[in-house]
Nanobody
Framework: VQLQASGGGLVQAGGSLRLSCEAS????????MGWFRQAPGKEREFVSS????????YYADSVKGRFTISRDNNEKTVTLQMNSLKPEDTAVYYC?????????????????WGQGTQVTVSS
């Protein structure tokens, strides 16, 4: 599975961005999808994940209440709506899949991930 993320950009603090990730083929229905990020000089950090059916979601504490993850009906696309962005959200954002489920993504136990998209939040 190849994953292509898009939607990043430069935004002022308090602004919003919507990231999208399209899979090259429909993942199996039990494949979770999600996002992690990496800022310069820092470790990878889990952001959010969603189960194959979309009924279970996880968020990092740092983004709860500001970010919303969703996936479309044919499960080839996952989106991340990011509101109230902060400078500390600045990072390259990557989408990923995991057959083991959304909790596995939260632990960065990933099966596939794609090239990231840069998000820069200015103060």
């Amino acid at each position: 599975v190849q994953l292509q993320a898009s939607g990043g950009g430069l935004v002022q603090a308090g602004g919003s961005l919507r990231l999208s990730c399209e899979a090259s083929r429909r993942p199996s229905s039990n494949y979770a999808m999600g996002w992690f990020r990496q800022a310069p000089g820092k470790e990878r950090e889990f952001v959010s994940s969603i189960s194959g059916g979309g009924g279970t979601t996880y968020y990092a504490d740092s983004v709860k209440g500001r970010f919303t993850i969703s996936r479309d009906n044919n499960e080839k696309t996952v989106t991340l709506q990011m509101n109230s962005l902060k400078p500390e959200d600045t990072a390259v954002y990557y989408c990923a899949t995991a057959r083991a489920g959304p909790l596995a993504i939260s632990m960065l136990r990933l099966d596939y991930w794609g090239q990231g998209t840069q998000v820069t939040v200015s103060s």
